[in-house]
């Protein structure tokens, strides 16, 4: 059941529900109509997790003692990059949705993760972040109505 | 009998089939864009529907209600990301199904599961609405509360051979629904003064960035898939008689559940989707198998979530009292037409409510046709090269994030619940438990305060002023005890063998 390295888990489950206690402390004196108030569950579900990730830690370091060379979850930073990758394009595009706009941000996203991902054909990187991009705007903004961000093309149209 | 062949008379004229189809086809079109859900689709239809006669346009809304029901489930099993809230279910074993090469027998099992919850759905309101709203209104908050924590039960059953990661799983989902504005005491709870928690996690951010970003980050870390070729042919295979025989008493008791389900005010499709996976899963001879493409898993979600399509207007015909959002859209619609559902609607305008019976039955029918051309439309992306579906899953699930609120924060969370996700598959927690207790967490907590203000602070009354929430509670500390216990056994047993 347990793993190696499985106090990794536990030391993460042990952050959260600290993250959470912390979290409620100041609502500790709020009144609320009824006896459990804001605080009980949060409190109970963070409880809960604290102690999950102690039992991992403590069988971890059991295992670990014993010598037990039992199978563990390895963790290849590298194998990380594309993620990384990925996440710091969607912060670029977060970043530039409300100036750019959705017409002009998403083409570079759709493109770079092509990129990420290994594809490099430049027609088809292209031909598939424009149509992409031009497909879901008309979609959302004149089939669903959904008023995507027009950045500063808001001013020209 | 003279009432249900009234209705039929009204559904077969030539206006309300054409309205019954295309409201099913935009339903379904609807359900599968991610981030529009049933409700949305509805609501964009109900302007069109002012100058339509009473009956025609209901029929329309309620093509819709079934057709995005079911419309989740085809990109919850071709990309891993379920266009509606109910169909994240679908994708724990529709998407491994179309992993392993069995995309047919996924989307079919999925069509034919979701037309016949909904028949089943459309009989019940036939026959049984008046006594099904006395059995829902005597569900209260305690029994609201029993209902919740059965259903959850279901994250020890999740966390494949660690319980104890499937029950963190489940907790940190239950911990993320209590972000946002308290509902009694109307204080903000864990927001961290960020002003867009105030309002809570949203349940379509999460689902996206738990399941479909996830999933391109995990092909990502892959390899190189740039050059992989994908046009390989895809199996649309419909499934056989003999498939179809043993999926039938699951779907019969999922599509009953989800009647119940969508009977109670405020349980809604993705509730009932839950419950039946669960009681499918813990009632199956292989419980392993779940999770790894067993059509089972995705037969139950999809005939519950689509029964709950005629369990959900037993409120709202019956007693008036909307139980979801697409049945308020749907009681907007009575209003603008100058119609008070209730008891008294089925006498002095029968016409109205056994059409709805028979045109939600209609509606079913049409939804295989339905299905069947959005299937074969749908099925094309799996075969774009892979480099450019994982691009366009990414814009996808953006868009559909920003659609579902018009705020950017939900891109942001997207892309946290994403990094979220990909931690916990590496590390074996299964997100499925997150988003179980993401969804029944504030329906637990909520009546959990509620039951404890009307037990005036017993907990102990909570549990044992009610026969239903007694059986409901003694049923979900069994299902947690087993599931704890249940692996020892099994080592113990295959030891001494």
């Given amino acids: 059941m347990f793993k190696r390295n499985d106090w990794i888990f536990g030391l993460v489950a042990i952050l959260v529900g600290a993250v959470a206690l912390f979290g409620i402390q100041e609502l500790a004196d709020v009144q609320s109509m009824d006896p459990a108030g804001p605080t009980a569950l949060p409190r109970i579900l963070a409880w809960g997790m604290i102690g999950i990730g102690a039992i991992h830690i403590i069988a971890a370091l059991l295992l670990r003692l014993k010598e037990n060379k039992g199978e563990g979850t390895t963790f290849s930073l590298r194998a990380f990059r594309p993620v990384a990758l990925i996440v710091a394009c969607g912060c670029v595009f977060i970043a530039a949705l409300p100036y750019l706009g959705y017409p002009l941000s998403m083409p570079p996203l759709i493109a770079a993760v092509m990129v990420i991902v290994g594809e490099r054909r430049a027609p088809r990187i292209i031909k598939t972040s424009l149509l992409t991009t031009a497909v879901l705007f008309a979609i959302f903004y004149w089939g669903l109505n959904v008023s995507l961000p027009l950045g500063f093309l808001e001013e020209l149209i | ?497």
């Avoid at chain 2, 966390?159 to 989902?173: C, P, Q, R």
Wanted: charged content about 10%; overall charge positive.
């Fill in chain 2, 1 to 497: 009998m003279s009432n249900i062949l009234l209705g039929l008379k009204y559904v077969m004229q030539w206006q309300s089939l054409l309205m019954l189809g295309v409201g099913v086809l935009w339903g379904t079109v609807g359900g599968m864009i991610p981030g529009i859900n049933a409700t949305i689709a509805m609501a964009l239809l109900l302007p069109f529907t002012w100058g339509m006669d009473p009956v025609v346009a209901i029929m329309l809304l309620a093509g819709v209600y079934c057709g995005g029901e079911y419309g989740g489930s085809i990109p919850a099993v071709l990309i891993g990301a379920p266009g509606t809230n109910a169909a994240a279910c679908t994708v724990f074993d529709g998407y491994a199904l179309h992993r392993k090469g069995e995309t047919g027998k996924a989307l079919y099992a999925s069509l034919f599961s979701s037309v016949f919850g909904g028949m089943v759905g459309a009989v019940a309101l036939m026959f049984i609405a008046i006594p099904l709203s006395s059995v829902a209104l005597a569900f209260g908050p305690a029994e609201y509360f029993a209902l919740a924590a059965m259903g959850l039960t279901l994250v020890c059953s999740l966390g494949e051979d660690n319980v104890l990661k499937g029950i963190w799983a489940g907790l940190f989902g239950m911990l993320l629904s209590t972000i946002g504005f308290d509902p009694f005491a109307g204080c903000p709870r864990l927001t961290f003064d960020v002003l867009s928690l105030s309002d809570g996690l949203k349940m379509i951010p999460l689902m996206m960035g738990l399941f479909a970003l996830t999933e391109v980050f995990n092909q990502s870390m892959s390899g190189t898939v740039g050059d992989t070729a994908e046009h390989k042919k895809i199996d649309l295979t419909v499934p056989g008689l003999a498939d179809l025989k043993k999926w039938l008493p699951w779907g019969t008791l999922c599509a009953a559940l989800g009647v119940l389900i969508g009977a109670m005010p405020g349980a809604g499709a993705t509730v009932a989707s839950f419950l039946a996976y669960s009681f499918v899963k813990k009632s199956s001879k292989d419980p392993d198998s779940f999770g790894k493409g067993n059509p089972l898993g995705v037969v139950a979600p999809e005939s519950a979530n689509n029964a709950v399509t005629g369990g959900a207007m037993v409120p709202l015909l019956a007693l008036g009292i909307p139980g979801s959002n697409s049945t308020a859209i749907m009681l907007g619609a009575f209003m603008i037409h100058n119609v008070t559902p209730g008891p008294m609607l089925f006498v002095d305008k029968p016409e109205i409510p056994y059409s709805i019976f028979t045109a939600l039955f209609v509606a079913n029918i049409l939804m295989l046709l339905a299905g069947y051309i959005c299937i074969r439309f749908a099925v094309r992306i799996a075969n774009i090269p892979k480099s450019a579906l994982l691009a366009v899953i990414v814009a996808l699930v953006f868009t559909g994030s920003y659609a579902y609120s018009g705020e950017i924060f939900d891109i942001q969370v997207v892309l946290i619940c994403g990094i979220v996700g990909i931690f916990m598959k590496k590390g074996k927690l299964p997100h499925a438990a997150t988003v179980l207790g993401f969804v029944l967490g504030f329906i637990m907590e909520a009546n959990l305060r509620r039951a404890l203000i009307v037990s005036k602070g017993s907990y102990l009354g909570v549990f044992t002023n009610s026969k239903i929430s007694t059986v409901l509670c003694l049923i979900a500390a069994a299902s947690v005890l087993w599931s704890l216990f249940a692996p020892l056994v099994r080592r113990k047993k295959a030891a001494t063998a």
